[in-house]
């Protein structure tokens, strides 16, 4: 299995409270994802980086925000949680060509109470 | 229009049936796809990267039509263990990936 960990595992937050996930790759892959999994919806890009700080969009950016200042670490932060983010966020790395598959990080489940 | 989609099922199937997924894409342009396994509560994993020629893996066949914009995944001789759901994957380019919902399998005794 791909070196990925990712912390907390589990995380009970209030509305309006920051919270940060922390991924963590020992592959030295360039790129790393965010996912965000919901029912109904399937997985969800958030926020991917292709290098040490060069990060980008996703298509479910809003409310969220990322940092990557070693190739190693990837930092997902939810300025000011709200409910619709309770989720199962994935973390994934890949690395760059057509082929490359997507691994994944064991996830984090997060609540928004 | 969802760039990947999926029938959700549930598929119930007994143990020594086969059993096939499909899976469409929208864009025309998708470079590579990948079939992967996600057990429930856990992450995805990749069951196998999906060839222009069609592909094997033991009891695993996964093909690619891209003229007609779809893939499938072929299951024989299903084993109680392959219950789990099934993701399509789309890598469009660029190392950017789509995600079906997933089909849940669960193969009965």
């Known amino acids: 299995d791909a070196g990925i960990t990712q912390s907390p595992r589990h995380k009970v937050t209030e509305t309006g409270t920051p919270v940060t996930l922390r991924c963590h790759q020992t592959e030295n892959h360039r790129y790393m994802y965010w996912y965000r999994q919901d029912p109904g919806h399937g997985l969800r890009l958030i926020h991917y980086?292709?290098?040490?700080?060069?990060?980008d969009k996703g298509e479910v950016s809003d409310g969220y925000s990322v940092s990557r200042s070693k190739t190693e670490d990837f930092l997902l932060t939810l300025e000011s949680a709200t409910s619709s983010q309770t989720s199962v966020y994935f973390c994934a790395i890949s690395e760059p060509g057509q082929s490359s598959a997507l691994h994944f990080g064991n996830g984090t489940r997060l609540t928004v109470t | 229009r969802k760039e990947v989609e999926q029938d959700p099922g549930p598929f119930n199937v007994p143990e020594g049936a086969t059993v096939a997924f499909n899976c469409t894409y929208s864009?025309?342009?998708?470079?590579?796809f990948f079939w992967y396994r996600q057990d429930c509560r856990k992450e995805p994993k990749l069951l196998m990267s999906v060839y222009s020629s069609g592909n094997e893996d033991g009891r695993f066949t996964a093909q690619l039509n891209r003229a007609s914009q779809y893939i499938s995944l072929l299951i024989r001789d299903s084993k109680l263990s392959d219950s789990a759901t099934y993701l399509c994957?789309?890598?469009?380019?660029?190392?950017?990936?789509?995600f079906g919902t997933g089909t849940s399998l669960t193969v009965i005794p």
């Open positions: 994957v789309v890598n469009i380019g660029s190392n950017q990936f789509y």
């Open positions: 980086s292709y290098g040490v700080k060069d990060t």
């Open positions: 864009n025309s342009a998708s470079q590579s």
